[in-house]
C-alpha cells in the first residue's frame, strides 16, 4: 500500500514539474522593451528584446522594423543559440546567464530555434 501511494505521489510531482516546462499559455511574455506597442520597435534601429528562460523563446513572436537591434537575453544556466531556420539571416550564441544582439534583417517573416535545443522555437517578424 505504501508503495502504491509513494508512486501516486511520484507520478503527481512528474505531472507538474512537466506541466510548468511546457509553457501553458497563461504566462504573458516577459521580454518586450516596448510594453505598449505590442513589440514591435518605433523605428529603424531602435530595439526590442527575447528572453531566454526554461528552454523557451519569449515572447514566442516578436514583431520590429528592419533594422532594429534585438537584444536576446539568456536566463537559463545552459548555452542556447537563436538561428534563423532559413540558415542565413541570423545565427548567434547566448552564452548561459548572458545576453546577445542581432540585427533585423529586411522585411518578412522569419522563423528560429536554437540548434542546440531543436524543439525551442521562435519567430521574428520584420515590417
Do not use: W
Request: net charge positive; aromatic share 6%.
Amino acid at each position: 500500500m505504501r508503495s502504491r501511494i509513494y508512486s501516486l505521489v511520484l507520478i503527481a510531482a512528474v505531472a507538474s514539474v512537466l506541466a510548468a516546462g511546457c509553457g501553458g499559455g497563461g504566462d504573458a511574455p516577459k521580454a518586450n522593451a516596448n510594453p505598449g506597442n505590442g513589440g514591435s520597435s518605433g523605428s529603424s534601429g531602435s530595439s526590442s528584446s527575447i528572453t531566454i528562460s526554461n528552454f523557451k523563446f519569449s515572447p514566442n513572436t516578436l514583431k520590429v522594423k528592419a533594422g532594429a537591434q534585438v537584444k536576446v537575453s539568456n536566463q537559463d544556466s545552459t548555452e542556447h543559440t537563436i538561428t534563423a531556420d532559413n540558415g542565413n539571416s541570423f545565427d548567434s550564441n547566448v552564452d548561459a546567464s548572458g545576453s546577445t544582439t542581432i540585427k533585423a534583417p529586411a522585411a518578412g517573416t522569419y522563423a528560429y530555434h536554437c540548434s542546440i535545443h531543436p524543439f525551442m522555437h521562435g519567430k521574428l517578424v520584420v515590417q
